[in-house]
């Protein structure tokens, strides 16, 4: 999964796995650089001055709404490439030790486990992936079903490019656009499909931690039995056979504690180069949704997902995330550290405590992604829109 991504990013000249070392090609930094270029002449420059000077001049707020809305949401994909771009190193160094993780050994049954979710996860990008591709074909494909000459939006204007529908300002136009949303949509299926795979290989870690530890005594017995050749009434042990149970349990906690530690760093190397984007994500997308309800949805309805899809799978796997967390804390209570020796409770004791902090990705550490992050945003906006309607209309 890593690799498809990485190979992927390598396309807007982005280098993520330490374990390719091959050089980007120079014809992928000029692709870049003209994507990018387009994008900024479109949806930035031609955006400001369409919504603070023309429709000043024409009155026209519906069309200022949806250009505006247009250009917020697509600073959001921008933003994270901005972001992915200026911490390069750190997201590789992120990346290799991900991979490095992936290496160390789990008992069967939990592999099992992790791959399952490891499954759930691919769909998770998977589905991501083509749902923000299919909005910026479809987007790209308006024109084709109105009769004449339009462009995807005809009350957009660019700057410079008047009258817009003459030749060849409609073709320079048509293919800059086309650019420009090819590119910001490429840019924010990757970049998010990295956010979810390594977010989501966090989670199953913590859910393969989870059923390790909680099967940890059951394990030690069944080891015991094996090595042994012994026969024991359930739950009164010899001497030696408490040793042997509690030096079993010590190697495994040991290793489980190790690979948590591990966890926990993974997580907050994410958090850090993430979590400054997210911050500017939610600003965008409260400026881009209050423009598309100010605007009518019946203009805006191809926008809205976009910028929904966006927000709402960070908030979605920053919530599998916790999930996870709150099952590997229940799971460390319920290891039957009843039956365990004074070392090895006090090392329960420890994980417990390290656990009840729960994983979390933050928006720039002032809110934890999660669903009730997501709905007291959408409250706000809400909030926001009808009281700017209000004013409107007053």
């Given amino acids: ?71 917020t949401t697509s600073l959001i994909g921008i933003t994270k490439l901005f972001c992915v771009y200026y911490y390069q190193d750190n997201v590789q160094s992120m990346v290799g030790r991900y991979i490095e993780y992936d290496t160390t050994t789990i008992p069967p049954a939990a592999a099992s486990l992790m791959l399952a979710t490891m499954r759930n996860v691919k ?21 084709l079903f109105k009769p004449g000459r339009h462009l995807m939006d005809d009350d957009q204007i660019l700057y410079g490019l008047e009258p817009m529908l003459e030749t060849p300002n409609y073709q320079i136009a048509l293919v800059n656009i086309i650019l420009s949303v090819n590119f910001i949509c490429f840019i924010v299926s990757n970049i998010t499909g990295l956010l979810i795979i390594t977010t989501g290989y966090s989670e199953s870690r913590l859910l393969a931690l989870s059923l390790e530890i909680q099967d940890i005594w059951q394990d030690a017995l069944q080891h015991y039995r094996d090595n042994f050749n012994a026969n024991y009434i359930e739950d009164k042990y010899d001497e030696t056979a408490t040793t042997e149970l509690n030096k079993y349990v010590k190697h495994r906690l040991f290793h489980i504690q190790k690979s948590h530690f591990t966890n926990i760093n993974l997580v907050k190397s994410i958090e850090d180069i993430f979590r400054y984007a997210i911050v500017v994500e939610f600003f965008l997308l409260t400026l881009s949704l209050i ?46 550290w009843e039956n365990f020796d004074a070392s090895n409770r006090k090392t329960v004791q420890l994980m417990l405590q390290i656990s009840q902090k729960t994983l979390v990705l933050s928006a720039g550490g002032v809110t934890a992604l999660s669903f009730g992050c997501l709905m007291s945003m959408i409250r706000s906006i809400y909030s926001a829109y009808t009281a700017l309607r209000s004013a409107i209309n007053y």
């Avoid at 769909?123 to 024109?143: E, I, T």
């Avoid at 949805?297 to 919530?319: K, W």
Wanted: glycine share 8%; hydrophobic share 50%.
């Fill in 1 to 71: 999964m890593i690799s498809n991504v990485a190979m992927m990013l390598r396309v807007v000249a982005l280098r993520i796995d330490p374990r390719n070392p091959k050089r980007i090609p120079t014809f992928l930094y000029i692709l870049t650089g003209v994507c990018a270029v387009c994008y900024i002449y479109n949806y930035q420059i031609s955006m400001l001055w369409f919504v603070f000077r023309r429709c000043r001049e024409t009155g026209d707020v519906v069309a200022a709404m949806m250009v505006l809305s247009t250009g």
């Fill in 123 to 143: 769909k998770r990008a998977l589905l991501f992936g083509v749902v923000m591709m299919g909005n910026g074909f479809a987007y790209n494909l308006q024109p």
């Fill in 291 to 336: 423009a598309d309800l100010l605007g009518g949805l019946e203009h805006t309805y191809i926008i809205m997902p976009f910028a929904l899809m966006q927000v709402g799978m960070d908030c979605f796997t920053g919530q599998r995330l916790m999930d996870a967390s709150f099952v590997f804390e229940a799971a460390v209570y319920d290891c039957k």
